[in-house]
């Protein structure tokens, strides 16, 4: 899971992304020390006893933002170099979206709108009136959309008939095996709701 930790020290306060790599036990937790070619300097602030903010987002049907404050315990550098933190005393949490998301796993078809040409094949993760999330596997045929591009989702319904969304692509993440992408719809709220229904997708 990708992290952004918050540090500071007396010469340096900077905000840098890494990886949350577990826990040891019930006494750490484990992050990966962030790029030193991308943040230089960061010994300075990344040290025993010195503490630090992390935050991360729950791709949920809420979508929330979470952070906490933990306390520096060790930084090894063999075999890889790491953070060991203290656990956090408490959590705060916000949420990022003001519509539910109904979790699925639908099978659905890109096609770019312009060309109108099928690119590849994704699964459905989350969806709601205003837009969805989709998943793409790393070894999948095809081509991956770009952050902007205009796409048309293609999901088959129980009837036969396939239900088309249009929508853009409006980020992008990915993990060790899938590529996940947000995308915004461009119809209506009501006319996909409508499309919505047909899949018996509740989003109340």
């Known amino acids: 899971m990708i992290v952004d930790l918050q540090i500071h020290s007396p010469t340096l306060k900077r905000r840098v992304k890494t990886e949350f790599v577990g826990m040891d036990g019930n006494r750490s937790l484990i992050f990966r020390f962030p790029d030193e070619n991308k943040w230089a300097g960061l010994g300075g ?25 933990v306390k520096i315990i060790i930084v090894i550098t063999k075999p890889s170099k790491l953070i060991f933190t203290s656990l956090p005393e408490s959590l705060q ?50 081509v991956k959309p770009a952050v902007d591009q205009e796409l048309e989702l293609l999901i088959p319904n129980s009837e036969g008939d396939d239900i088309s969304l249009s929508g853009h692509v409006r ?33 109340d």
């Open 171 to 203: 980020n992008k993440k990915e993990d060790d095996s899938r590529h996940y992408f947000g995308i915004k719809f461009c119809d209506d709220e009501n006319d996909v709701a409508k499309l919505l229904s047909q899949l018996l997708i509740n989003i």
């Open 93 to 142: 949490s916000h949420g990022l979206r003001t519509e539910q998301r109904a979790q699925t796993r639908i099978a659905a078809l890109l096609i770019d709108s312009q060309e109108r040409s099928h690119i590849v094949p994704c699964l459905v993760r989350d969806i709601s009136n205003q837009g969805c999330m989709i998943s793409i596997g790393r070894d999948a045929k095809g």
């Open 45 to 69: 602030a990344i040290y025993m006893n010195n503490t630090m903010i992390v935050r991360c987002i729950l791709e949920d049907e809420t979508g929330e933002i979470v952070a906490f404050k």
